[in-house]
C-alpha cells in the first residue's frame, strides 16, 4: 500500500464445491499480529462464501487487539452477480453491497495515515450500528461515532487540542462533528461546527469552523524560528477559525481579537522560507530527469495549507521586531489596530493594516562598539503595513533615561561668564533624556536623535539650552553629544578628542552588565512563570565612568557610578519602575561620592485603552551642597488621537453637549 507499511504473517485458504461451474466458494485468510506504520491491530479474521459467482457473496471480518475490537459483517454482490428483483431498494443489482459494523477503542492514530498535517493523534473511537452500504461508485454513510481521550497536534500551527468526549455523525457527505468542543493546553474552549467532507466517500476535504466562548481567550498559535521563520509565536483570541479546502491545498482563515499571553515574532534579518514549507513536489519528474527520460511538461501541484489572519489588536498583544538577532537590536511592545497576515502555499508573505504603539521599547545597538541601550516607546507611534511585511511604514518616538551626566563639558565655554554657584552645578549629574525618533521604512528606517534636560533650572537651564539650540543647527555634533552620552555616559567637550580609556572602560563594562542583566532577567522569569499577575520582570545593570576637564587648569577629573534598574509588569496595565545609583566616587570630588540616589515609579492604565494613564514618581537628585533631595510627584495623561483638527473640534462638540 502506497506510503503506508503492513506487517504480519497471512493465511489464505480458498475452497470450491465445483471448480468447473464455480459453486460453493469460500475463502477465509488470517493475518496474525496485523501491524500498520508501526500500529498493532491484532489478529484479523475475515471469512466469506457465496453459493456461486452469479450469487451474493456473504462476509465477516473481524480485528480482535488486546483492548480494541472491530466486526463488520454484510454482503456484497460481484459484478457477475444475477440480478433479481429484492423488496430491499438495490439489493438485487449487481455491484453494490451493505455492511455494518461495529467497532470499540479503535485508535485515532489511523487518521495520521491519511492526513499529514495532524501529528500524534492519540484517543479512541467506539460504534455499534455504522451501516456503509450502495453501488460500488457510490455508496451510503450513516451511524453515529462515539469519541473518548482524543487529542492531536495541527502541524501548520504547532498547537495540541484535545476532545476529552463527544459524538460525530457519519453522512453520505460528512464526518460531523458539530456541537462538539475541543480544548487548548490551558484548558479554554470552542465549539466547533462542521467536520470532514465528503462525496460518498470520494474527494475528502474539510469544512470545520471553530469558534470561542463569547469574549473568551483560545490558543490558535505557537510556532518558533524553526516552524515558521518569517513570522512566528504565540497567538491567544477570541473569534473563529475556519478550515476549508481538500488535505492536499487547504485554507485557514481566521477572525479574532488578541488577548493577555499573545506573543509575536517579526524578524527582519536571516528571514527564509524552507523549501520543504512550500509543498511543491516533482518527486516523479526529478526521477526521469535522472533517469535520462524526457520529464513531462505539466504544472507542478502546490500542496500545503493558505492562512490568512484579521487580527484585531489589543494593548495584550506584545509584538518584537528584530533588526538583528545576534547584536540584540529589538523594537518591541504591545500595540493596538488591526492586520491582516497572509501566508500562502506558495511560499507568499504580506501584511496590512495599521497598528499604535501604546507601550514598549526598542533595544538600540551600537554596533560598532557593541553597547545595547533600551529606549522606552512612547505611546502613540504607528507602523503601517501595506503588502511587504518588511516595507511598512513606521513613525515611532522613543526616549532613553539611562543617563546622568554634569553639563561642565557640555556648556564648558559659557561658564567662564557664569557664576561660581552654577560652575559648582554643572559638575554636578543631572538627568539627560535622549529621544529619539525612527521613520521612514521598517527595514532601513531613519533614525534622529535629541536630548533635553527635565530637571534644571535657572542660569544653569538657559546655558544649557542656548548650547543645544546650537548644537541642534549641526548634526553631526548632535549625534557626537549622543555617542558620548551612550557609550561613555557623559558630554563630550567642543572639540576634544574622547578619552581611549573611557570608552574601553565603558564599552566593556556595557557588554558584561548587559550580559548579567539578560542573564538575571531570564532567571527571575523562569521563576515567576507560574504568577499569572505577573506579566514579565525586566532587570538593568549599568556602570559608567566619565571625566571632565577644568576649563581654568584643564585638568581631567574622573568618577564613576553604579546603576540599577527593575521593571516589573502586572498584567497589562500596571507597571513598577524601581532605580537606583551609587556614586563611587574619584578624582571629581564635588560628586556625591559614595552616595546611594534612589528612584520609584508606577505607572497604572485607569482604562483598557490605556488613554488614561496615572504615574506616580519618587526620586533622589544631586543638589549644589552635596546632598540628596528627595522629589515626589504624581500627574495623570489622558491620549486620544485624531485625524485632523475638524475631528478635535467634532469630538470637542459631543463633549460639551453631553454636559
Do not use: C
Not at 500498520?36 to 457465496?50: P, S, T
Not at 451510503?140 to 463527544?166: D, L
Request: charged letters at 25%; glycine letters at 8%; aromatic letters at 10%.
Amino acid at each position: 500500500i502506497e506510503k503506508h507499511t503492513l506487517h504480519g504473517i497471512a493465511h489464505l485458504d480458498v475452497q470450491a464445491d465445483n471448480i468447473f461451474k464455480m459453486e460453493g466458494l469460500s475463502t477465509l485468510f488470517t493475518i496474525n499480529d496485523l501491524t500498520v506504520n508501526g500500529d498493532n491491530y491484532g489478529l484479523l479474521h475475515l471469512r466469506a462464501k457465496a453459493l456461486s459467482i452469479k450469487e451474493r457473496v456473504d462476509a465477516d471480518l473481524s480485528l480482535a487487539g488486546d483492548t480494541t475490537s472491530l466486526h463488520v459483517k454484510g454482503f456484497l454482490n460481484l459484478p457477475t452477480y444475477k440480478e433479481k428483483k429484492l423488496t430491499v431498494k438495490g439489493a438485487g443489482r449487481k455491484n453494490y453491497f451493505d455492511f455494518q459494523a461495529d467497532f470499540n477503542k479503535i485508535p485515532v492514530s489511523i487518521i495520521s495515515y491519511f492526513v499529514p498535517a495532524v501529528l500524534n493523534p492519540k484517543g479512541s473511537i467506539s460504534a455499534k450500528g455504522v451501516r456503509v452500504y450502495g453501488p460500488f461508485n457510490r455508496p451510503e454513510v450513516e451511524g453515529k461515532v462515539r469519541v473518548s481521550g482524543i487529542s492531536f497536534k495541527v502541524k501548520p500551527i504547532q498547537t495540541t487540542y484535545r476532545v476529552p468526549r463527544g459524538e460525530v455523525t457519519l453522512t453520505s457527505t460528512a464526518i460531523d462533528a458539530t456541537g462538539n468542543f475541543v480544548y487548548d493546553r490551558f484548558n479554554n474552549k470552542a465549539l466547533l461546527n462542521g467536520g470532514l467532507v465528503h462525496d460518498h466517500l470520494k474527494n475528502f476535504g474539510l469544512n470545520l469552523t471553530i469558534s470561542t466562548e463569547k469574549n473568551r481567550p483560545f490558543l490558535g498559535l505557537q510556532t518558533t524560528p524553526e516552524d515558521n521563520p518569517v513570522f512566528y509565536g504565540t497567538a491567544i483570541g477570541t473569534g473563529w477559525a475556519r478550515f476549508t479546502g481538500t488535505f492536499q491545498q487547504s485554507e485557514l482563515e481566521v477572525k479574532a481579537r488578541s488577548m493577555p499571553g499573545t506573543h509575536m515574532y517579526l524578524p527582519l534579518t536571516g528571514s527564509t522560507i524552507d523549501e520543504e514549507n512550500r509543498f511543491i513536489r516533482f518527486t516523479e519528474e526529478e526521477r526521469k530527469k535522472e533517469e535520462g527520460q524526457t520529464p513531462t511538461v505539466e504544472t507542478p501541484e502546490l500542496r500545503g495549507l493558505n492562512m490568512y489572519f484579521d487580527i484585531d489588536l489589543t494593548p495584550d498583544a506584545y509584538m518584537e521586531v528584530i533588526f538583528d538577532r545576534a547584536w540584540g537590536d529589538v523594537l518591541r511592545g504591545a500595540v493596538r489596530g488591526n492586520i491582516k497576515v497572509d501566508f500562502e502555499r506558495n511560499g507568499n508573505f504580506e501584511m496590512f493594516g495599521n497598528t499604535n504603539v501604546v507601550n514598549g521599547d526598542y533595544l538600540f545597538t551600537l554596533m560598532n562598539v557593541g553597547v545595547n541601550k533600551s529606549f522606552t516607546v512612547e505611546s502613540g507611534g504607528t507602523v503601517v503595513w501595506s503588502g511587504d511585511p518588511y516595507n511598512a511604514d513606521i513613525d515611532i518616538d522613543a526616549i532613553y533615561t539611562g543617563v546622568d551626566a554634569p553639563v561642565f563639558s557640555f556648556i564648558q565655554e559659557y561658564l567662564s561668564v557664569a557664576s561660581a554657584n552654577t560652575r559648582d552645578l554643572a559638575r554636578n549629574p543631572t538627568p539627560v533624556l535622549l529621544k529619539m525618533n525612527l521613520s521612514g521604512k521598517l527595514l532601513t528606517p531613519d533614525i534622529k536623535f535629541d536630548f533635553i534636560f527635565p530637571e534644571l533650572n535657572g542660569e544653569l537651564k538657559s546655558l544649557a539650552e542656548n548650547k543645544l539650540r546650537t548644537v541642534r543647527q549641526d548634526e553631526n555634533e548632535l549625534n557626537r553629544q549622543v555617542f558620548g552620552l551612550l557609550v561613555l555616559g557623559q558630554f563630550l567637550p567642543s572639540g576634544a578628542t574622547i578619552q581611549a580609556g573611557d570608552v574601553g572602560f565603558n564599552t566593556l563594562s556595557e557588554m558584561l552588565s548587559n550580559q548579567l542583566s539578560i542573564f538575571v532577567t531570564e532567571w527571575i522569569n523562569e521563576l515567576v512563570a507560574g504568577i499569572d499577575i505577573i506579566k514579565g520582570i525586566d532587570v538593568n545593570f549599568s556602570v559608567n565612568r566619565f571625566t571632565t576637564e577644568d576649563i581654568n587648569t584643564e585638568d581631567l577629573t574622573r568618577a564613576s557610578e553604579l546603576g540599577g534598574r527593575v521593571k516589573v509588569v502586572f498584567s497589562d496595565r500596571i507597571a513598577v519602575n524601581v532605580g537606583t545609583e551609587y556614586d563611587i566616587g574619584g578624582s571629581l570630588t564635588t560628586i556625591n561620592s559614595g552616595q546611594w540616589a534612589g528612584e520609584f515609579e508606577v505607572e497604572w492604565a485607569l482604562t483598557k485603552d490605556h488613554r488614561l494613564i496615572f504615574k506616580g514618581y519618587h526620586s533622589r537628585d544631586p543638589d549644589v551642597t552635596g546632598g540628596r533631595r528627595n522629589k515626589t510627584g504624581a500627574k495623570i495623561l489622558f491620549r486620544k488621537e485624531f485625524d485632523s483638527i475638524g475631528e478635535l473640534l467634532e469630538w470637542a462638540k459631543k463633549k460639551k453637549k453631553k454636559k
